[in-house]
């Protein structure tokens, strides 16, 4: 018997690397950790430590809509429960995640509010806390106090903050158009897009992707747009870390990033078999 637990006990500590399909669909990236960058999917939470390298974080395997670090290092997760574990079942409620935050990297996670009542699909930290927008089209504030607060809703799959006026928020929706609020997400109102776009970024300028890998920057006002850069096709995510340092994710898991804005790219993480 003791045998086997200490076996047992040493497999359990084994790094639980993705194998082919595993990352699937990734739908954020967060780079400012330390170990790699960690990328949500529909399987769990993933570092990515080599090129032809990913290893699941902790045990539970969500399936994550959404993603975000808050600046005290909090993870921040939207999408699907691990309904292997019992903490996350709410009885005749459909399997949502709501807000749940982990301090210790991913390795566990707790509920903040709204299991089984909400799927966030984008999440994007404001100075007043962090703007979570879920799959029906309601957007919520997290505020610093810990507590929900509901503002508006606009159907969004990516969000953006203007660093210069917080009060400015871009949403991408999922036909591929753009919906700006000039009161912190109370209220929105469209705009024209410069193409189809998948997901928007927001540092020293607003940046958008589309699928095809086009990288568009735009007039703070979101009414003149030109092309930036291009990057790899078959788009998922777009994450930026600096002026110069962008990052893409493209169908299949595969990552990219860019040191010099976009003139050209590396490949971080290359799925197997791809």
Known sequence: MLLVSFLFAGCATEPVVAGAGDLGHIHDLVTDVDGGPLVASHTGLYRIESV????????????????????????IIGGHPDLRLEEYRVADKPPHLGLTESVDGGETWSVIGLLGEADFHALEPVDRGLLAAESTGRIWLLNESGELEQLGAVESRDLAVDPTDQLRVVSVDYEGGLWMSVDGGSTWSSFDAPAQLVEVEWG?????????????????????????????????????????EWWVTSKGGAIA??????????????????
């Open 52 to 75: 032809d390298r990913a290893v699941l974080v902790g045990t539970e395997r969500h399936d994550l809509m959404s993603m975000a670090r808050l600046p005290d290092g909090r993870l």
């Open 204 to 244: 020293t300028r607003l940046l958008a992707v589309e699928e095809a890998g086009t990288i568009w920057a735009g007039a703070p006002d979101g009414l003149s747009w030109e092309v930036a850069a291009t990057g790899p096709i078959d788009v998922e995510t777009f994450h930026i870390d600096s002026e110069n």
């Open 257 to 274: 990033r860019s040191e010099d804005a976009g003139s050209s790219w590396q490949d971080v993480y290359v799925p197997p078999n791809r």
